[in-house]
């Protein structure tokens, strides 16, 4: 990584009880662009990394009282983010796998050679500002680029925070559409957790993972004997959310006879249990979400016009990771504190490499897949940074860095356009220009990829 940050800004410690070899390389390291510290013992080395802040320290490993492993250790308990730079002219295996388990971040043989110093300095110097560029972005995970664990700096992302703000304390119905990984059920909690409702039930149910028979009695119970196999009286999951919130998921999958028991619970909040003659009344805040086009499927007959209406009355549309790829840094960073946690394993984090690689990545799979890919490679992963080639072969192989528009007049919207514009046109080549197939691939419906098609000027590479 090359940085951002000016030479002269560096503060470098370095640590020699050979003075004249001590100001010599001082000298040199001030003609490079640093501001230079220097100490000649290990005490005074420790006694200014107390009391001041250096962005690397460089120690000799041979003095003659304490040695510089003592500093490390020191520096390590004091000041652990700061990088360690270890000289020596006894090197040996040995010392080296010592030096590496104490935390230092490199170990160089004098006598020292210039290039390879200055080589050795900018790689820890590189690593530091990853290091601060990690806690920078923890730090907006705590400010205003998260709703309760979900994450966002994109500008489309903070405008779905804004109307769930303004709607979570209301009891209106909210259809969330996009994608499947865009984090939909994430969002439904959220909302519930900001309302009013946050101490009552939160009752969630994937309509499109049961059948119909059995779905109509999830949600709103049966009476004992009302089919085969219903042995007792069983409480749905409308009355179980009464007071709180219920999420519906997959909607779009609910059948016709089905969409009318839901547009009646909507409109009169009444129902009554399969078998059963008693209505029951429920005050329950209502959340849908769909990753289908529920406009395409109104219009084809698959989903009542009503209904569509009745649940569109707040619509957060969540966009795809590839549509938002900015965040990707932002997202990892969260997933790799969250998952180091979890897993117990101490990761300092990805490097560019890697980041750049994972942002030009498609993602069918959206935030989930990055979680998962996030996960695998802490796992996998033997040192404390996670490099390029930790990351699946799929990612590391589909992941050609794609070309972003240089020019400054240009929105980042607009210049986001053309990396969505190669993603597609690649992806469309590799399925012979069939929209089906290709919009499966991307994790999107037809209509959707119509419609980036079109706006990005390439619906006439397959007018059928």
Known sequence: MKSTKNQSTYSIL??????????????????????????????EGESLVQSSEFDLIITDLRFDELDGFELLRFCKRNSPETPVLLLTGYASMDTGVEAIRAGAFDL?????????????????????????????????LDHRFSLDGVVGYDESMKRQFEIVESVADTKATILITGESGTGKSL?????????????????????GALPENLLESELFGHVAGSFTGATGNKVGKFKQADGGTIFLDEIGTASQSLQVKLLRVLQDFEFEPVGGTTTHHVDTRVILATNEDLETAVAEGRFRQDLYYRINVINLELPSLRERSSDVPLLIEHFLAKASDQLGKKTRGFDEEAIAQMQAYHW???????????????LLSRSEWIRLSDLPTTLR??????????????????????????IILRVLKENHYNRNETAEWLGINRTTLYKKMKKLGLEELCPN
């Open 108 to 140: 160089l043989t004098k006598p020292i050679i210039d290039q390879e110093l200055q080589i050795a300095i900018e790689r820890a110097l590189n690593q530091q500002q990853v290091i601060d560029e990690n806690n920078r972005l923890k730090a907006e």
């Open 14 to 43: 370095l640590v020699d009880d050979d003075q004249r070899l001590l100001e010599s390389m001082a000298d040199w390291m001030r003609s490079l662009g640093y501001q230079m510290t220097t100490a000649v013992s290990v005490e």
């Open 364 to 378: 069918p799979g959206n935030v989930r897949e990055l979680q998962n890919v996030v996960e695998r490679a802490i």
């Open 397 to 422: 192989r589909e992941s050609a860095p794609l070309a972003i528009a240089s020019d400054i007049r240009k929105t980042l919207k607009e210049a986001l356009e053309e990396p969505e514009r190669q």
């Open 187 to 207: 969002i439904a909690r959220s909302i519930h957790r900001a309302s009013s409702r946050r101490k009552d039930p939160f009752v969630e149910i994937a309509c």
